[in-house]
């Protein structure tokens, strides 16, 4: 334990012991007895002078062009990229993600930092036409100050970047709060930062959880928050901020779903549920969580889900062609595990770990069960781990019925060949990211991402979407 390193946060340009009220330990989840980190729960002095930092940042920041902040992004890139390896194989460690998967969220950062450069040069607004005559009037995008990002454990990277990459790009200045199970990627992510020769200040990483975040919430001189995690926090992230009036983004998961129909191709639609639920051990805000599949053709797909389901690989983090993982923590194991003991619905596929070596960690094996009530636990609530509820419809109009009952909507996929129920599909299905025989998984970093009803608030991240969200906009008309 004297190895283990304790982490400072990242204020300023500089690291900083945090004036710390407990610690946490980011343990190995294939190895729990492999502590990574101590990781500080730092009070509100560490959060007021990470703000205060920001704040004293901001103003130079933003008046600098938008091509030496472009220039300032596309070095954080390259200083990502040189250190890409390291990274991801600091990922599989830490959150316990297959190192295939970890290389390939790194990718995404460079990536992300990349596409946002690009958006910084972009044109900040809108010639307007006057009622007046011989007046100009147009609007002009400004940035909104210093943005607080808290963000989960399951992208330790990807997540950030999508954050802060436009937040920086349109002038903003950040202080992240990541999660305290990846609190050393997130170390390792502002090393990146510094090497980049990005401004002190501009971006700032205070660790810990719940105190931390909620002082990070509440600082009177943070303009925005943007939050990635549980429903339950959710709502008070939006409620802290509703009340002192400060702009917020809330992404708060889902309970996905692939709709498969009669005409689909079944053996494509089996293999890409099967990765969409269970890579990564499920835990993904756009894992799929249930299948709803026409009767029809029930007993012609589950022999080939389960024969797909079984073919993933559940393997070591470090081994390359590993696609199943651990859970993040025993507490996630023992929850999933109960949620499947008590499920009342035959198992299709799953059951106890038998393997020796996935005995240590915090492995489940993913499961499968069918005919599933669409009302029950396992059909409505979200478990974050690979398990997968199969429901049947009588055909397609009961189909995306069944698919909309539930308080989330984030993804959703359908398998069809009909180009008219693909249609109908994309208009009736209450999700914000829709795909046609493609996974629920995923977006392209340039694309919006969010979703409806409980799954996310008002706003979208990523793509032009994000200028929405880190900028205001004045209206502005002059006159001879």
Known sequence: MSNVPRLPNFI??????????????????????????????????????????????????????G??????????????????????????????????EARGEVGRGVLILRYYAGEAVREAGDVIPSQIPGALQYSQRRPV???????????????????????????????????????????LLAETAEASGLPAGVFNVVHGAGETGSALVAHPDVAAISFTGSAKVGGLVASACATRNAKFQTEMGGKNVGIVLADA??????????????????QKCTATGRVVVERSVRDALLPRLKAAVEALPLGPVS???????????????????????GAPFERLTGGPIQDDRFREGYFVKPTVFTGVDPGSPLAQEELFGPVLA?????????????????????????????????????????????RVNGDTTGVDPHAPFGGLKGSSSHSREQGPAARDFYTDVKTVQISG
């Not at 909309?404 to 693909?422: E, F, M, P, V, W």
């Open 67 to 100: 091509m030496a902040r472009a220039d300032a992004l596309y070095a954080w890139a390259d200083a990502l990229k040189a250190r890409a390896e390291e990274l991801a194989g600091l990922i599989a460690r830490e959150v316990g993600k297959p190192i295939g």
């Open 12 to 65: 300023a340009g500089r690291c900083v012991e945090a004036e710390a009220t407990a610690w946490h330990s980011s343990r190995n989840p294939s190895k729990p007895d492999d502590v990574v980190a101590e990781v500080p729960e730092s009070g509100f002095a560490d959060v007021g002078a990470a703000v205060q930092g920001a704040v004293a940042a901001q103003a130079g920041w933003w008046t600098r062009t």
């Open 145 to 187: 100050g210093v943005c607080g990002l808290i963000t989960p454990w399951n992208f330790p990277v990807a997540i950030p970047l999508w954050k802060a990459a436009p937040a920086l790009a349109f002038g903003n200045t950040v202080v992240l709060k990541p999660s305290e199970l990846s609190g050393a990627v997130a170390a």
């Open 390 to 434: 199969v429901i049947e419809a009588d055909d397609f109009d009961h189909a995306i019925a069944l698919a909309n009952q539930t308080r989330y909507g984030l993804s959703a996929s359908l398998y069809t060949q009909n180009l008219a129920k693909a249609l109908s599909y994309a208009d009736r299905i209450e999700v914000g990211l829709v």
């Open 319 to 341: 081994d390359p062609m590993s696609a199943i993982g651990p859970l993040i923590s025993l507490a996630a194991r023992e929850r999933v595990e109960a949620a499947i003991a």
């Open 265 to 282: 191709d079944l053996d494509r639609a089996a293999n890409l549920i099967a990765g969409g639920a269970m890579r990564c051990a499920g």
